[in-house]
């Protein structure tokens, strides 16, 4: 009896697990298990995935930053936030809102005209470096070729870290798809000085 009753358990549970079983292929993309915040919209990259246990990306830490309010909004107007949200890694170098309040009045502003688009991406773009690279890992002398394909010079004195002898580093701050490097002044590739 004992042993008939095992079966009947076994075969029971055995049910149980073949009956929650569907192979319909219209399941077969169903993200239903998952909650809606580790869901990734349709309409891009990842920028549009909501995580908030995970290190976030270098899109997001400047979002999320006031102090990063002017170049989030010209992230935006350059088409750069699914690029930058992506996996990369990247080294971002960041100017705050001081740096950009350094440049001549109305600078910004018209950067962030439609017909300026393209100025202000490759302005971005020379804030950004594929790969990553921690303050331990810039040397003086040394030439990073950013993403618009234009250089800038590392130069260290005194233990300050400084690009083209004109923005200082003021803080890192580590993300999930590289590094950002908060500096004091807006970089500008050669042609657009």
């Known amino acids: 009896m004992k042993h008939l009753s095992y079966c009947i358990t076994a075969f029971s549970f055995c049910l149980f697990i073949i ?19 580790a869901t990734q919209s349709e309409a891009g990259g990842q920028e549009n995935v909501k995580d908030d246990v995970s290190q976030k990306d270098v899109v997001k830490i400047a979002s ?8 989030s909004a010209a992230v935006k107007q ?10 990369g890694p990247f080294t971002i170098f960041a100017p705050n809102n001081a740096a ?9 502003d018209g950067l962030m005209k439609e017909d300026k688009k393209a100025t202000l991406r490759d ?3 020379y804030h950004a470096y594929v ?11 040394q030439t990073l070729n950013m993403v618009n394909g234009k250089n800038i010079t590392v130069n260290i004195q005194d ?3 400084t690009l083209n002898n004109n923005a200082k580093i003021i803080a890192t701050v580590p993300a999930s798809n590289g590094v950002i490097h ?3 002044n807006v970089l500008l590739p050669p042609e657009n000085k």
């Not at 009956?19 to 915040?37: F, M, R, V, Y």
């Not at 999320?64 to 170049?71: A, G, I, P, Q, R």
């Not at 950009?100 to 910004?108: E, H, R």
């Not at 790969?131 to 002398?141: A, C, E, F, P, Y």
């Open 100 to 108: 950009f309040d350094k440049l001549p009045k109305g600078t910004v």
């Open 78 to 87: 350059a088409g750069l936030v699914t690029t930058l949200s992506n996996a």
């Open 131 to 141: 790969g990553v690279m921690n303050r331990n890992l810039l040397q003086n002398g």
């Open 19 to 37: 009956s929650g079983c569907n192979n319909s292929p219209e399941d077969t993309n169903n993200n239903s298990a998952l909650p809606s915040s």
């Open 182 to 184: 908060v500096i004091d």
């Open 159 to 161: 233990s300050v870290i």
């Open 123 to 125: 302005i971005l773009e």
């Open 64 to 71: 999320e930053n006031k102090d990063f309010s002017t170049l």
